[in-house]
């Protein structure tokens, strides 16, 4: 479904459709993607600056601005005349200062100076207010700040517009820039990357021919099933519905060992980690209800994919935008279900749904719910704008490169990971496998859930996990 009317043009283009989902998503306060770096070493705002300059042009979606047409009713990336990106700074009493005022908001206390500011950071929300005729001339997508810890840490922050960034696009922006840095510090050979100049297309614009073709009776059976199963299904139990919300994240993070045991048996078994993630989750999230009879519930969760080697052409991870798209499963429960039963169960679902391209053939239906539900939250269950219960990525990031990051910028721990307090799921996983470990930072809609029963949820999964684990230990050959 072609929509782009004025792409090519040197100026910019209008968003696609699933771009324009974003759009219509980010305001209510899903899809701000923040990338946190803790630093031991102190990093030189120039340097950092001019980095993200060489990155803004050799890709030019992140030097665009984003538009809103108020008579079109429209977004639209505009690429022409752009100011360059801005580092802020904040040094270490004007840090100070911001600390004590997110110390001061309750549940905090187990949180690190770190932590503190990515979840700041994550609940930054220039795009809230796009459709105010005040930002006739649009907003940034891409921002970047620098926070002075005590202790000699700085932490460096990336945050930039989903519709822009998936998690691919996250992953390769940091590559991109430790490699930039480390050049312009004369470390190392600048990599030579193609520079088009021109923003590239949306996801629909690479979709192989025929593959988003459904008939039209089909759509509607699709669409009222969608539907109709959004009613029946269950939730997380909802904290404070009322209050307005931010977007929180707790970690969840395994030793090298069960890392190690947990991907063994899952390749054993034929199933791919989110498998065992979403049966962790459900089975932790299932029990917190203790339902008082065996009767079945029904849980939503949606599986991310990164396209881009799947379209048509197929693209590099090195071509930002946003190419992922949902598969959207129920699975119900009724209640003691084992944990790779129910891994299988699920990873099988997903993967049935994917055999059957239901993530090219389904994009626009629920693109199309994502903005009904926004419109309407009256839709969701106590209005709460939860479509699903989990979401997760059908693969994790993995990343091997951490000792040489630490040793040119001497990074000591980062975050990836975007809000979810619009419309979204209860919790969301962005899971990383780094130097064996497994992480994953688990992003939450607050005070909708709170921080001790996510703690508590995860602290579950965790235990699943590892027993799961080792209970199937794979013999060493
Ligand atoms: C830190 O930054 C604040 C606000 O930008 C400024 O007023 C203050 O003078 C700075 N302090 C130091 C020690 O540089």
């Known amino acids: 479904m072609p929509q782009n009317s004025v792409h090519g043009s040197s100026t910019g283009r209008a968003v696609g459709g699933t ?265 932790a999230g299932h029990s917190s209800k203790r339902p008082a009879d065996h009767h079945k519930e029904k849980y939503a969760v949606v599986t991310l994919t990164d396209c881009r080697p799947i379209l048509d052409p197929p693209l590099s991870t090195h071509h930002f935008g946003f190419y992922h798209s949902a598969i959207l499963n129920t699975l119900s429960m009724k209640g003691g279900e084992k944990l790779w039963e129910l891994a299988r169960r699920s990873y099988m679902a997903f993967a049935n749904s994917k055999n059957c391209n239901k993530h090219f053939s389904d994009m626009a239906d629920l693109n199309f719910l994502m903005r009904k539900a926004i419109e309407n939250p009256g839709l969701t269950s106590a209005s709460s704008l939860r479509t699903s219960f989990l979401t997760v990525f059908e693969d994790p990031v993995i990343e091997t490169n951490d000792e040489i990051y630490r040793e040119i910028v001497g990074l000591e721990d980062y975050i990836g990971c975007a809000s979810v307090h619009g419309i979204g799921p209860s919790i969301a996983i962005f899971d990383t496998i780094r130097g064996g470990m497994l992480d994953c930072a688990c992003v939450y809609p607050s005070p909708l859930h709170s921080r001790e029963q996510m703690e508590e949820l995860l602290h579950n999964m965790k235990r699943l996990l590892v027993d799961a684990a080792a209970h199937n230990r794979v013999p060493n050959e």
């Open 19 to 283: 771009e324009n989902s974003w759009c219509r998503a980010v305001p209510g306060g899903t899809g701000v993607v923040t990338v946190a770096l803790l630093l031991s070493k102190p990093p030189e705002a120039s340097v950092l600056q001019s980095a993200l300059h060489t990155l803004q042009n050799r890709h030019a979606l992140l030097g665009s601005k984003l538009h809103y047409g108020t008579t079109t009713n429209t977004f639209s990336f505009i690429t022409s005349p752009i100011p360059p990106l801005q580092v802020k700074s904040f040094n270490l009493s004007s840090t100070c200062q911001l600390l004590q005022s997110l110390v001061s908001s309750p549940n905090t206390h187990s949180v690190s100076p770190f932590h503190l500011i990515l979840e700041h950071e994550l609940n930054q929300n220039p795009w809230c207010n796009l459709k105010s005729p005040s930002y006739d001339d649009g907003t940034d997508v891409f921002f970047a700040s620098i926070y002075t810890l005590p202790d000699a840490k700085w932490v460096v922050v990336l945050r930039l517009h989903t519709a822009v960034c998936d998690r691919t696009t996250a992953v390769s922006l940091l590559r991109e820039l430790i490699g930039v840095v480390r050049e312009k510090e004369g470390g190392g050979r600048e990599e030579k990357m193609r520079n088009d100049g021109e923003v590239s297309l949306g996801i629909e614009d690479f979709i192989p021919s025929g593959k988003a073709k459904k008939a039209l009776w089909v759509r509607g059976v699709d669409m009222l099933s969608y539907s109709v199963n959004s009613l029946q299904l269950t939730n997380l139990k909802f904290k404070d519905v009322k209050s307005p919300r931010s977007s929180e994240v707790v970690r969840l993070q395994l030793n090298q060992d069960d890392t190690e045991s947990l991907l063994a048996v899952c390749s054993a078994k034929g199933i791919k980690l989110c498998g065992a993630l979403v049966a962790a989750a459900l089975i």
